[in-house]
């Protein structure tokens, strides 16, 4: 089969296709024809050993998600049959309850190997069907990105309507985090530095908007949307740069999810402020399969289509990673098998 590996040594440039022999399924393992795949910005991180000794170890399978058909199962599997399209999980191994260390071990591309093969191999408990109105390419998209944004709203907090909620960006978890709290009636408030993007965010269902190049002082802008109250869930994807201003327009007794540290990973806000204020600040990492299930019952109730903003070919996994790189993006960049 085909696949693309970082081998040899770490670094982009050893990033590269390869061939390795088709796996066969053992007992309560499910074989997988791989769809569709999609990025997520942790893939910009592994091949340069992003994550230290947690990265993994050489030759390495890139992508933590992905979609598939069942080829073949193994003897005793029962959660899945040939022919139906599921999604991997991206953490392998954790299938219900908190996180525990044995159960956040085992993440697809990195530190085992991930979606960016023809086939793949797995037990019948890290994968989940997926509803037959997605395409290949929307259904590559939700291991990650849409369980990291429903974790957040759905699970470590109960959205009540008409909550208010800050989004931070057009990305991938952005995007499901805006159509998840309006599933819940929240109110939505999205921040962006492209008013094309605020424009298009705003078809999604985003009730204001804030453009942040133009108005870098934006938890200040924030105050008429909320009547100075603050928002009861802020979706914080920034980390060292746009911490401070959270905590300036989260409200008294609110919520900051920690899902990114795009502008750095040093904390610098004023902590005074999370005492005052009484904040629950938590860091989200991904969810466990019962959620995944969940989200997509949800999901296929109220027809949540995920946006895809760019479709590659296989062979173009560079060039992808590039435009996610460049952040020209809206919605989730994908790779076509």
């Known amino acids: 089969m085909k696949v693309f590996q970082i081998q040899d040594d770490w670094g982009m440039e050893h990033l590269q296709l390869a061939?390795?022999?088709?796996?066969?399924?053992?007992?309560?393992?499910?074989?997988?024809?791989?769809?569709?795949?999609?990025?997520?910005?942790?893939?910009?991180?592994?091949?340069?050993?992003?994550?230290?000794?947690h990265t993994g170890t050489l030759p390495l399978i890139p992508l933590s998600d992905g979609v598939g058909e069942v080829l073949e199962v193994g003897a005793g599997v029962t959660r899945v049959k040939a022919g139906e399209r599921v999604c991997p999980c991206f953490t392998q191994g954790w299938v219900s309850g908190p996180p525990q260390p044995d159960r956040a071990a085992h993440n697809l591309g990195g530190p085992i190997d991930g979606t960016m093969a023809e086939l793949m191999c797995l037990p019948e408990g890290g994968v989940v069907?997926?509803?037959?109105?997605?395409?290949?390419?929307?259904?590559?998209?939700?291991?990650?990105?849409?369980?990291t944004a429903w974790s957040a709203l759905m699970v470590q907090d109960h959205l009540a309507p008409g909550a208010k909620v800050l989004v931070q960006g057009t990305g991938g978890v952005a995007l499901f985090a805006l159509q998840?709290?309006?599933?819940?009636?929240?109110?939505?408030?999205?921040?962006?530095?492209?008013?094309?993007?605020?424009?298009?965010?705003?078809?999604?269902?985003?009730?204001?908007?804030?453009?942040?190049?133009?108005t870098p002082e934006w938890a200040k802008a924030t105050l008429g949307i909320t009547g100075g109250r603050g928002f009861e869930h802020v979706l914080e994807l920034g980390g060292e740069k746009t911490l401070p201003q959270s905590l300036l327009c989260v409200a008294t007794g609110g919520t900051i999810s920690i899902i990114g540290v795009l502008s750095g990973g040093t904390m610098t806000a004023q902590l005074g402020r999370v005492v005052m204020k009484q904040v629950r600040m938590v860091g989200i990492g991904v969810g466990n399969r019962d959620g995944f299930e969940a989200m997509l019952r949800a999901m296929a109730l109220h027809r949540v289509a995920p946006v895809v903003d760019r479709v590659f070919a296989f062979a173009e996994l560079k060039e992808a990673m590039a435009h996610l790189r460049s952040g020209a993006h809206f919605g989730k960049v994908c790779i076509r098998h």
């Not at 007992?27 to 910009?44: E, F, H, I, T, W």
């Not at 078809?203 to 908007?209: E, F, M, R, T, V």
């Open 19 to 53: 061939t390795r022999p088709d796996p066969k399924p053992g007992p309560g393992q499910v074989l997988l024809r791989m769809k569709a795949a999609s990025l997520n910005y942790r893939d910009l991180l592994v091949p340069n050993r992003g994550y230290g000794a």
């Open 129 to 147: 069907r997926v509803p037959d109105y997605l395409s290949d390419e929307q259904a590559a998209t939700l291991p990650c990105a849409a369980l």
């Open 180 to 214: 998840f709290a309006k599933l819940a009636g929240a109110h939505v408030t999205v921040i962006s530095s492209s008013d094309q993007k605020i424009e298009r965010a705003k078809k999604l269902g985003a009730d204001a908007a804030i453009n942040y190049r133009t």
